[in-house]
């Protein structure tokens, strides 16, 4: 299949596919495109940038293509799940873009605004529900929402849900649906415990991995550099005076310290705006739409709005602080090397941080930094299998050091004996215990 007529997609999606330019669909939306539309369940493990979002979007929408049923009040006839306002905003916009020749509802259910106008666009029932798992659950609680009439699920970026405990939430909301649906899992990582939820919630799941999981995009050139806490901010000053540096994401590991940082830019001259999950909605939006456009060059983030970045033109990562998640790392440096482009990323390793990088090592599979854990493994020769050629060679060298000697006992032996035959004086310890205890000589009992 090289092209998106082979993937049984109907008229109207094909023509909006055209009309937004794409022309070859990615390896993730080549396999998974048509397993959806076997109405299999499946587990899609795809870097990030390989074009997930429309690997499930675009099938949902031939399915209403196909499919035109009553649409009960409250209810919804498939379900789309995500981590972030952001992320949930950005599969919304996918969803208007490749509906484009079709009438679509899908109204965006998120945190961090009011729920009004979420509970108005849902009462005469949509098709397409965008939701993060909290703000959705409290509308089902709220008995504004229903779920019974909903045979689509998908779970996108199913690791970072679980990492920001939406667990208990996802498992409440997997078990409003009908047991008879299609569930899908799409992430760029797929953790041990993504795997326990599907064997739960899925029956017999295709698993579709276009790329080894956890494995940074090619594209994206990374260092790593020894940087002590105290002189960071000069060496991210260093960084983005370079005139290659166009749009830089800056990841720091808390909301707090993303302020500190975009402060201090802005005094040294690098306009800079921050984005975490203390800013609302509004404010979110605002900063997103202005680094998009070009007016800030500078964003930075924390961990929880970094798949809501998805602009193609960002030219530099820069980690100023390792993240304490390994996982998390190929995130971060995703939001570069978009869409096709090459991307760089850098990373600041201070002493105490070294851990989250042997962790990251050991995820990626990769050495990033010279004399890392990882890479002083790697030059360590290997130890021979046998001992038989060791033992020989201890032995001769042995023998050869006692017949320079005159075959004298070593100096362990001598001790040992000299120790054997010697009986304490007075009731005092012998020399190797006074030598223990610091004593330079043996005392007498008439000393």
Request: net charge positive; hydrophobic share 35%.
């Amino acid at each position: 299949m090289t092209n998106f007529q082979d993937l049984g997609l109907a008229d109207p999606i094909l023509k909006a596919v055209n009309t937004a330019g794409y022309r070859t669909p990615t390896p993730i939306q080549r396999d998974v495109i048509p397993a959806i539309n076997a109405g299999k369940d499946v587990i899609g493990i795809a870097q990030t940038g390989t074009g997930k979002t429309a690997s499930f979007v675009l099938p949902i929408l031939n399915k209403i293509a196909g499919t035109r049923k009553k649409i009960w009040p409250k209810t919804c006839g498939a379900l789309i799940l995500t981590p972030t306002r952001e992320l949930a905003q950005q599969i919304a916009e996918g969803i208007k873009t490749y509906s484009t020749f079709m009438k679509v509802s899908a109204p965006v259910i998120v945190g961090g605004v009011s729920s009004k106008p979420q509970i108005k666009a849902c009462a005469r029932g949509v098709d397409i529900i965008v939701a993060t798992p909290g703000r959705l659950l409290d509308l089902i609680e709220a008995d504004a929402i229903r779920l019974d009439q909903t045979f689509q699920v998908i779970a996108d970026e199913a690791d970072q849900m679980m990492d920001m405990g939406f667990l208990p939430a996802i498992r409440k909301i997997m078990q409003a649906l009908p047991k008879k649906r299609q569930t899908v899992l799409l992430s760029a990582t797929m953790p041990p415990k993504i795997r326990s939820l599907a064997k739960d919630f899925m029956y017999k799941p295709t698993e579709i991995s276009v790329a080894p999981a956890s494995k940074p995009i090619d594209r994206i050139t990374q260092t790593v550099k020894r940087v002590e806490k105290a002189a960071k901010k000069a060496a991210l000053l260093e960084i983005l005076s370079d005139k290659d540096v166009s749009k830089t994401v800056v990841f720091t590991r808390t909301k707090h310290g993303a302020n500190k940082l975009a402060v201090y830019l802005d005094k040294a001259g690098y306009p800079a705006l921050a984005i975490h999950g203390n800013k609302s909605q509004s404010q979110r939006e605002k900063s997103l739409a202005s680094f998009r456009a070009g007016k800030t060059k500078i964003l930075v983030a924390t961990d929880i709005a970094a798949r809501g970045i998805d602009i193609d033109d960002v030219s530099h990562v820069v980690n100023f602080e390792l993240p304490n998640v390994a996982e998390s790392y190929v995130h971060r440096i995703g939001r570069t090397a978009r869409a096709g482009r090459n991307g760089i990323a850098i990373s600041f390793c201070d002493p105490s941080e070294m851990e989250y990088l042997r962790d990251i090592e050991k995820l990626t599979g990769q050495s990033l930094l010279p004399g890392s854990p990882r890479e002083t493994q790697k030059r360590r020769k290997p130890r021979p299998s046998g001992n038989s050629g060791k033992k020989k060679n201890s032995a001769a060298l042995r023998k050869a050091r006692a017949n320079q000697k005159g075959k004298q006992p070593s100096k362990h032996k001598a001790r040992k004996n000299q120790q054997k035959t010697r009986k304490p004086e007075g009731g005092m310890p012998n020399d190797g215990l006074m030598r223990t205890l610091g004593k330079s000589k043996p005392q007498s009992a008439a000393a």
